[in-house]
């Protein structure tokens, strides 16, 4: 399965729980630790932590285990780490205060409904 499929999958998971402001960063030609970041946003911890689990079944029904997942206990900001794409999902506010999206200025942003 390629990183793009991957990457559908995972935006699927998010969609289907609500995600706010989701945003795919093709980063494969500015790092080697993935080829996407995804990034999306929740408006509580129980909606953040309900994506979380969505995306990582969803991936698992496809053959598909993570790597890592952090901060799934205090759900400010999970980290799933799946080798090829990399699932960042935020609470409203620690999402503007590390701005991902900054940091990853190099990457390609991708519309995530052309993916």
């Given at each position: 399965?390629?990183?793009?499929?991957?990457?559908?999958?995972?935006?699927?998971?998010?969609?289907?729980?609500?995600?706010?402001?989701?945003k795919?960063i093709?980063?494969?030609?500015?790092?080697?630790?993935?080829?996407?970041?995804?990034?999306?946003?929740g408006?509580?911890?129980?909606?953040?932590?309900?994506?979380?689990?969505?995306?990582?079944?969803?991936?698992?029904?496809a053959?598909?285990?993570?790597?890592?997942?952090?901060?799934?206990?205090?759900?400010n900001?999970?980290?799933?780490d799946?080798?090829?794409?990399?699932?960042?999902?935020?609470?409203?506010?620690?999402?503007?205060?590390?701005?991902l999206?900054?940091?990853?200025l190099?990457?390609?942003v991708?519309d995530?409904?052309?993916?």
């Amino acid at each position: 399965m390629t990183s793009r499929e991957l990457a559908k999958i995972a935006l699927s998971g998010l969609s289907d729980k609500k995600a706010q402001d989701i945003k795919v960063i093709d980063i494969s030609e500015i790092s080697v630790m993935a080829d996407y970041f995804i990034i999306a946003s929740g408006s509580n911890r129980n909606q953040v932590q309900a994506m979380a689990d969505n995306v990582e079944e969803k991936l698992h029904d496809a053959g598909v285990t993570p790597r890592q997942i952090e901060g799934y206990h205090t759900a400010n900001w999970i980290l799933m780490d799946f080798n090829d794409i990399i699932v960042h999902i935020f609470n409203e506010e620690d999402r503007l205060f590390y701005n991902l999206e900054k940091i990853w200025l190099d990457g390609k942003v991708i519309d995530a409904e052309k993916l």
